[in-house]
Structure formats: C-alpha cells, structure tokens
C-alpha cells in the first residue's frame, strides 16, 4: 500500500470575517493532513486486567463454515485450535475394505480461512466509494478525491496479521480495513494552493487516537457485514483484549438488557411448583427482588397453603375458609385494592404470618412490651373481652369499661345496669351486656350510648352469646345443602329464671327500644310484657335449674343447666331437638363445634361428655378429673377442660384420647384461654403458659399476686385482670413490638369473624319472623333439692383454705359461657341481693319464697306503660 492510498483527512477551509468600515474576508485552505499508521496490535500480559484473555472459546465459534459474497465456501478455524483437536474433528469411520467419508470430502477439499482473511473477504462487497470514504467526514468543496472507475475495483488483500511471536495466543484485535503501511517519521508537507499567502501551519496536529477513531465508522460498517458466528467471534475477540474496567462497563450495560424474569414468563402451575422448593425465609427473600416477584408470591394460595401444611399449621379448612372469608370481607368493605395498585396478598399468605408469628414471638420474646394500670377499684372483674383493638372488662361494681391497649386509658366507661354485669358478648361497634339487674343493654361502643334495654328475664341474665350468619349444612329429607343461617345476627340469653330467650340484635341505625322500667329504679324491669318488643324472637323453656352456659352457631343452641341436662335448641323454630341426660351433677360449661356436629359439657361430677348432635348420643365420657369441671375450650385440634383439681386436660375431640396433663398450680383453675399452639392459665396468683402441642410449661406471666380473674389473648395482644394488693388492675402484654408485625393478625376464639358475618341487606322480616313465636307459661312453683346460694364474689375472704373448702361443692364459672370457674371469693353466708353490692337506688327484689334460681309468677296487671 503506498503513501497516496493511505487514509486522509481533508479540512474545510476556514473562514474569518472582520468588519470595520469595509468587509474583508480572508480564505484560507489547507493541505489534506495525512494520517499516521495504526500500530501492529500488541497482545495483553498481565491476566489480572485482561480477564478474558486466557477464556475458552465455544466449540461453535472456534470452527464454523462460511459462504462469502461471491459464493464461494470454507471453513472458519481459529487459530488456538490445536493440531490434536483437528485431527480428532476430522476422523472418520473405517473398517476392512470400506471407510466413512464426510460430504463433499471426495468432491473438493473446503479452504480454510482465518480471521483477518475471512473479514477481508466479506469486506470485498462494499462499494468503492465506501473502501476509501469515511462515514462522519465531510469532503472539502472543491477538491475531488479519488475518482472511482467505471469498473468496480477490486478490492487489494488485507495484510495479514502476524502472530509469530506468540503462536498459541488469540486472534489480536481487527486491523484497520485498507491496513497501515510502514510507520513514517517525517510527515509529508502539503503543497501551497492557489496564489495565497505563504501555506499557514494545520489548525492541529493528528495524533492515533484521532487516527483510530476516524476509522470506527468504516469498522462499524464492514462488521454489519459479517455473518452473526464471525461476528460473535469478533466480539468474544475484542473482550477477550479488554481491561477489567471495560468489562464491568459492558456488564453494567448487558445485565439488565438481557435478562429475562422467568417468573413472568412460566404459567402459574409452573411457578408454584418452583416456588414450593422454597423456605418461608427464602420466599420472603424472593419477594424483595421486585414488585412482579412479590406479587406472584403473595397472590399465589396454592404456594400459602402447602407451605402452611408443610408446616402443620393447616388445621382442617374450616378455619382457614372463615379467616379467607373474613379478609375478603373486610377488602370489599374498604373498598380493596385502589385501582392500579399491586394486588393484595392471598389471605392465606397473611394467615400463614399470623400463625407463624404467633408460633415463634409468644416463645422467644423472652420481654415483650407490657403496661400494668389500675381497673374497677377493688371489685372483681366478672368478664373480659378483647375486640378491634379494644379492652372491655365488667364488673360486678355494675360497671363496664373499655381500655386502649396500647396506653391503658379509660376510652369509656359504660354506666346503666344497676346490678353486676356477669355476661357479655361484642360484634364491631355494638357490646351486649347481660346483668343481676335482669335486663340485656346494647351499647354502641362509638359513642357509650346505651340504645336498648331488653327486659323479660326474672332472674340474673347469666350467660350470652351473639350468634351471627354463617354458611352451614341443613338436611331436609336426606338431602344436605349450604345454607347461611340465622338470617340476622341474633342475641341469645340464659339466665337463673330456668329459661333462655332469643332476640334480634339491633343493626346501627334501628330505632332505640328501652323496656318496661328501664329508666325507672322503683319499677322492676322483669315485669315487661315480651310481646310488645320487636327484638323478642322466642322464649325457650324447658330446664328445670338455672341456665348456666350456652353455646351457639348457627341455627344450633347448646345449654347447659344446673338441672344436669344438656339441651340442644333450634333457636329459629325453638324446638327442643334433644335432652342429653348423662352427669349425675350441676352442669357448668358447654361449647359446641357445628363443623363436626358435636358439643361438650362440663360437669361438677369431674367428668366431660362429648355428645353427637346428630343423634343425641353420649359418643365419649372423659374421665380423670377429681372435682368440678368448670371451664371448656374447643379449637380444630383441642379440647381442653379445666377443673378445681388444680389440672387441666387436653384431649382429641374426634376419639376422646388424652393427649396431655397440664399440672403445675396449687389450686382451682379459675381462668384459661387456648388455640393450637399455647394455654394460658390461671390459679392461685399465678398466670401460666404452657405449650399445647408437648404439654410442657413454658414461663409464668403473672407470680406472686392474690389471684387471677381472667385472661384473654388475641394474635399479639394478651390481657390479664388479677387482685394485686387488694386492688384490681390489668396486665397487658404485646409479643409483636417488632418490626412487620402491624400485619399480625388475630384469630378470634371460635374461629367466627365479624367481617364474615355482614348483613348483605338481608330483609328484617326474614323467616324468623314468619315462625310463631312461643308463648311463655307461668311455671308452678317446685321444689328446689339444692338452693343455688352463691350469687357473686365475696371480696373480702380472710382464710383461703376457706374458699377452696366452699369451692369443693360451690363451684362457679364464668359470664363468658364457658370460661370461667373461680376456687375462691365465695361467699358461705347468706347470699347477697341481685341488685349487686351498695346500690345507690336499690330495687325493690323478690321475696325469700320467689328465689333467683326459681322462675317467678307474672303478674298479669302489670303492663308496660
């Protein structure tokens, strides 16, 4: 290659313009600037910085075929192929008389090319104008450059690149496309043009950077040329002579170009199946990487629910269906998710955190956070509920109190029963109470209003419960279909009157109903006529004793009575379906599990009976208790019963078998509450946790006080009221003061949830409505074998030993139904009033021979006004 085929740079003339008077303008013009060679490309020595020098080559691209432009074939081989590596490429099958031989090897022998001939040869395509003509640069007017012939030229071969010194080494980078000829020191001087002024110096002097990069644009162009294997072989060429901060550059750039979330891509059933391999910590890791990541992850059930079964924390269905359901309800209500926002997490994915948190923090969170406030004064605190985020303790100062857990303030103080509040029940915003006074109040917990009052019972009202629609199986003529029943939430009350009754549960909005005497202390309540309340459904009767718990879901009613009996009640028709006769003594608590068709009662004869609702049958006797049994509790798994024993007992609901033997108090259980995974008890100033699934203690909450009355826990929230010092305070305790955990979710004992349970603007005359309601009869008086004398807690008892004696055949429960049995604060003497103690304004109550355990004889002359 010769000096006048080297590359040029030409450079337009410059032109200055000064102005005074007159224009003058001055044309200068230049020589073309001849460019200096590139240099002979050297090989990289240092490993660290060239990481890619030493790299592998593919298979694919150290030895491919190639069809140049005229047509003509070969064959591409790189040159650190090895001789051994050919060979064994190049062998063929042979044999006695015969050999294998490739295609077209007998025809012709295809040529083999390197790299630097193989790109000079698809570079003989290009146009003339395009081998001498560089993209980006501008020609300068009036000078011609080289004139192309009519004949396209052929393009001269490319020198070939040297690698003598360094046989093994890779092909070194692409030379330039017209190659360089031997380096020059001296610079030609370009000749004057026209009659100007002596030729002025060049503006710059070129130097090989400018020299490299003028000569991009043709590279550029003949590497588009190239088929796509040489051009992936250039390409692994370039990197393999790049330092490593060019490498990171290119990373940087290729990373997010070409990867590809195959989350995004697989069907649904695909990733389930990956995702399945993965741990909770892992899956949580996993939905960080991004938003798409977490959404697939959080929306998926079938992942959530392996996981949770994997786990065994998946207790049924039944369960898990109404926590589902009860998310969903409260989305739709909230109107969620916005439009355009991610989509929510599954309720199962929220179910899993909730357990799982509740698994580990109750155990591990060796100081959770806890405040102590004072409650009540010195009185005892008859009940205790925890809902929406609200403490509601009662007492039988004939109070009601609603605490904020968080700060332990008195939100309000809910003041109207004249006697003490022995039972109360919460949905949403609404707290039914029941009382000595003999009436039922709601109360709207927004505002502390009491808006109706309900009288009707003639004794204390001693245990509630609100029963709210859900989906259940009702068979009619063998056909079993899902129904939701009742139609409303409906309010059940059992008092010592002997009798049970069901009312409507007012929605917000209704119209306030207050009874016969309601605002008046000198009239009693009791003598209200029934019928003129809209909220009276049915009047059940039947027990011979005092009411004392009662269970409901549904359209089943399960009571339990001090006459011995079970009773089980359709509580839309009021039909008595079965009298279940089994304990020999006073029967203190019963819950009931309509999943299963199946209730269980507690009796002072120390046993517990599982009794079959389908055919009213005894199905198991649990025996081992030696004293009353006054507390029950029923989940999925469990049945746990407490007795005055001092022990409680945690059996298998299907077949009776005990599963373990809960003894560490010294005295009457008085209090418990479970789920699937703990107990929390309470006896004898001590509050204990135990771990339901191995039986084993785990710490002690409470030591060292005079006792405890109640305890109640919900997700991270736990809440126990106990006599310290003589006076009434709460202990609240939360396992959840970490980071993530505002998502812990509480799972309400029973497993029925407020948000499942919403109206659906059902009609208010709904079928209940249509039934005949019963019509109450006067009982005759009968006489009582055993006078029921313990009316409420003494508060004072000097001698424990006492009040365990009196607890041995005096043993009471709760208001909750079934949670309660108390060892001491009885009362041996006469039994107080029902009004409750120092009452203000105290009614006047019935004579000794209308006792509260006997039904009294209506009057019919009184009437409400």
């Known amino acids: 290659m010769n000096n006048q085929q080297r590359p040029s740079l030409y450079l337009a003339p410059s032109v200055n313009t000064t102005t005074v008077v007159t224009t003058t303008t001055t044309t200068t013009t230049y020589a073309p600037i001849q460019l200096p060679p590139l240099p002979t490309p050297s090989s990289p020595k240092d490993a660290k910085t060239y990481p890619l020098y030493h790299a592998h080559l593919p298979k694919s691209l150290r030895r491919f075929p190639l069809v140049f432009p005229g047509g003509s074939h070969a064959t591409f081989r790189d040159g650190d192929t090895g001789e051994e590596e050919m060979q064994e490429e190049e062998e063929v099958s042979s044999g006695v008389g015969w050999r294998q031989i490739k295609r077209d090897a007998d025809a012709d022998t295809r040529q083999e090319v390197g790299l630097a001939e193989a790109i000079e040869r698809y570079g003989r395509k290009r146009s003339y104008s395009a081998e001498h003509m560089m993209e980006g640069i501008e020609p300068?007017?009036?000078?011609?450059?080289?004139?192309?012939?009519?004949?396209?030229?052929k393009a001269a071969p490319l020198q070939p690149i040297s690698t003598a010194s360094n046989p093994a080494a890779p092909p070194s980078p692409l030379p330039s496309p017209h190659g360089s000829p031997p380096p020059e020191n001296i610079w030609p001087s370009a000749p004057p043009s026209g009659n100007s002024s002596p030729q002025p110096q060049a503006p710059f002097q070129p130097d090989l950077s400018l020299t490299t990069l003028l000569t991009l644009p043709s590279l550029l162009a003949h590497f588009s040329n190239l088929p796509p294997q040489l051009q992936s072989h250039v390409l692994l060429t370039f990197l393999r002579h790049s330092p490593l901060n060019v490498l990171r550059t290119l990373h940087s750039v290729l990373t997010p170009t070409l990867a590809r979330d195959f989350l995004t891509l697989l069907p649904a059933e695909l990733v389930s199946l990956v995702l399945s391999y993965l741990s909770f910590s892992d899956l949580t890791r996993a939905s960080r990487v991004s938003k798409s990541w977490r959404a697939i992850i959080d929306s998926d059930p079938v992942l959530w629910r392996d996981l949770l079964k994997s786990t065994k924390i998946w207790y049924g269905g039944q369960t898990e269906n109404a926590f589902a359901d009860a998310i969903y309800a409260r989305r739709k209500r909230k109107g969620l998710p916005p439009p355009g926002s991610l989509p929510l997490p599954h309720p199962y994915k929220i179910l899993f955190q909730s357990r799982h948190l509740t698994c580990t923090r109750w155990v591990h969170n060796q100081n959770p956070r806890r405040i102590t406030f004072p409650a009540h004064g010195h009185s005892v605190v008859t009940c205790l509920i925890f809902s929406h985020g609200r403490i509601i303790s009662a007492s039988d100062d004939h109070s009601?109190?609603?605490?904020?857990?968080?700060?332990?303030q008195l939100m309000r103080s809910l003041d109207g029963h004249e006697g003490g509040v022995w039972a109360l029940a919460a949905t949403k915003n609404t707290l039914v109470s029941g009382s000595t006074d003999r009436t039922v109040r709601i109360w709207d917990l927004t505002t502390g209003r009491c808006t109706h009052v309900f009288g009707g019972h003639t004794s204390t009202v001693r245990c509630l419960a609100i029963v709210k629609p859900e989906m259940i199986d009702v068979e009619e003529n063998g056909i079993i279909r899902r129904e939701k029943w009742p139609k409303r939430p409906l309010i059940v009350t059992g008092s010592r009157d002997h009798s049970l009754r069901v009312w409507a549960l007012p929605r917000p909005g209704d119209d306030e109903y207050r009874c016969y005497g309601a605002d008046d202390t000198e009239v009693d309540p009791s003598e209200e006529e029934v019928d003129d309340n809209p909220y009276h459904k049915l009047h059940l009767e039947g027990?011979?004793?005092?009411?004392?718990?009662?269970?409901?879901?549904?359209?089943?009613?399960?009571?339990?009575?001090?006459?011995?009996?079970?009773?089980?009640?359709?509580?839309?028709?009021?039909?008595?379906?079965?009298?279940?006769?089994?304990?020999?003594?006073?029967?203190?608590?019963?819950?009931?599990?309509?999943?299963?068709?199946?209730?269980?009662?507690?009796?002072?004869?120390?046993?517990?009976?599982?009794?079959?609702?389908?055919?009213?049958?005894?199905?198991?006797?649990?025996?081992?208790h030696t004293s009353l049994v006054g507390l029950l509790g029923l989940s999925s798994s469990f049945l746990v019963s407490a007795a005055a024993d001092s022990t409680l007992r945690v059996w298998d609901p299907e077949s009776g078998e005990l599963r373990h033997t809960l003894a560490a108090h010294?005295?009457?259980?008085?209090?418990?509450?479970?789920?699937?995974?703990?107990?929390?008890?309470?006896?004898?100033?001590?509050?204990?946790?135990?771990?339901?699934?191995?039986?084993?203690?785990?710490?002690?909450?409470?030591?060292?006080i005079a006792g405890v009355w109640q305890i109640v826990f919900e997700g991270r929230w736990c809440v126990a009221a106990s006599n310290r010092g003589g006076a009434t305070v709460l202990d609240v305790w939360d396992f959840g003061n970490e980071e993530g955990d505002e998502e812990w979710e509480g799972e309400p004992a029973g497993g029925l949830y407020d948000e499942s349970s919403d109206d659906n603007d059902e009609d208010p005359d709904d079928v209940m409505d249509q039934d005949p309601d019963a019509v109450p009869s006067d009982t005759e008086d009968q006489d009582d074998d055993e006078e029921d004398k313990f009316i409420g807690y003494s508060a004072r008892v000097p001698d424990p030993e006492k009040a365990r004696a009196v607890a041995s055949s005096h043993m009471t429960t709760s208001p909750q139904a079934d949670r309660l049995a108390r060892p001491f604060r009885f009362g041996a003497g006469p039994a107080r009033t029902a009004a409750g103690p120092s009452a203000p304004r105290a009614r006047v109550l019935p004579n000794t021979d209308e006792t509260p355990t006997r039904p009294r004889i209506r009057s019919t002359g009184h009437r409400r006004r």
């Open 543 to 624: 027990h011979e004793h005092a009411v004392r718990a009662l269970a409901a879901r549904g359209r089943t009613l399960v009571s339990g009575s001090y006459d011995c009996y079970v009773r089980i009640w359709d509580i839309v028709t009021g039909n008595c379906k079965w009298t279940l006769g089994g304990h020999t003594q006073k029967v203190y608590s019963v819950v009931l599990d309509i999943h299963r068709n199946l209730a269980c009662s507690g009796s002072m004869d120390g046993t517990v009976r599982v009794w079959n609702l389908s055919n009213g049958q005894c199905q198991h006797t649990l025996t081992g």
């Open 666 to 704: 010294n005295g009457a259980i008085t209090c418990f509450q479970h789920d699937e995974f703990k107990v929390l008890s309470g006896s004898d100033g001590t509050l204990k946790m135990w771990d339901i699934r191995d039986g084993t203690q785990v710490r002690d909450l409470l030591t060292g």
């Open 140 to 153: 300068t007017p009036g000078i011609s450059a080289f004139t192309p012939p009519r004949k396209k030229a």
């Open 400 to 408: 009601i109190h609603v605490y904020s857990p968080h700060t332990g």
